[in-house]
């Protein structure tokens, strides 16, 4: 069930320019840490290459280069290295925050990206 943008030229243009297709996602929870704090966020969009998460208090900055995620669902959980690349204000008691994969287990990509399994 891909995530659909809407039809402006800028959104069409994002839609274009993503590597990896985004997915809509409910449900799924993110511990993210650096080597100092930690927080738990809920994704909205999961990619390969990416995941947009949500209702991460403002105090977390995404300032850090790397950060280390898990990424849990149906009993599964998956370890990830990312890299925070945007940021804005949700509702002003939140904030969403969009990270690029920079490192994930080969089960990541089987679980973004279903047709794989079916080529092995």
Do not use: H
Not at 17 to 23: D, P, S
Not at 47 to 69: C, E, I, T, V
């Amino acid at each position: 069930m891909p995530g659909t943008l809407g039809s402006t030229k800028t959104n069409e243009w994002r839609l274009v320019a993503r590597r990896f297709g985004r997915m809509a996602v409910a449900g799924i929870s993110v511990g993210i840490a650096d080597e100092s704090s930690y927080a738990v966020a809920v994704a909205e969009n999961i990619s390969q290459g990416g995941l947009k998460l949500a209702g991460l208090s403002p105090r977390f900055q995404a300032d850090k280069f790397l950060y280390r995620a898990v990424v849990s669902t149906d009993g599964k959980s998956f370890r990830l290295t990312v890299k925070p690349c945007w940021r804005r204000s949700d509702n002003g008691q939140s904030v969403e925050i969009g990270f690029k994969v920079i490192e994930a287990p080969w089960e990541w990509y089987e679980f973004t990206d279903p047709q794989i399994s079916q080529i092995f």
